[in-house]
């Protein structure tokens, strides 16, 4: 399994970003893919998950209003869209599946830089 994030960038703030991930249509079992940002000298934390045989998705707390989570099925592509960015966003983002329900997220892809200015 091959995860690959791309669409980071540098933005100011206020601004939007659009962020892909593909590589879980490969024909191996995901449950849900998942967005995780790691921002400078701060611990990584998980900012939405979407399960793929429902579309429900799951954000924290937040970023709730501002971040949204979308699926291209032709494309098997996972957005995230993130508005009114902040010089909080600022962070590695990486996408993530997880095979089953409850499991952890166990592959991951090499991240993409959002700075936010």
């Known amino acids: 399994v091959q995860l690959v994030e791309s669409g980071g960038g540098s933005v100011q703030a206020g601004g939007s970003l659009r962020l892909s991930c593909t590589g879980f249509?490969?024909?191996?079992?995901?449950?849900?893919v998942a967005w995780f940002r790691q921002g400078p000298e701060k611990p990584r934390e998980g900012v939405a998950a979407?399960?793929?045989?429902?579309?429900?998705?799951t954000y924290e707390d937040s970023v709730k209003g501002r971040f949204t989570v979308s699926k291209d099925n032709a494309r098997n592509t996972l957005y995230l869209q993130i508005s009114r960015l902040t010089t909080e966003d600022t962070a590695v983002y990486y996408c993530?599946?997880?095979?089953?329900?409850?499991?952890?997220?166990?592959?991951w892809g090499q991240g993409t830089q959002v700075t936010v200015s």
């Open positions: 993530a599946t997880s095979q089953m329900k409850g499991y952890e997220y166990n592959y």
């Open positions: 249509g490969d024909g191996h079992q995901h449950y849900a």
């Open positions: 979407f399960v793929l045989s429902d579309g429900s998705t």
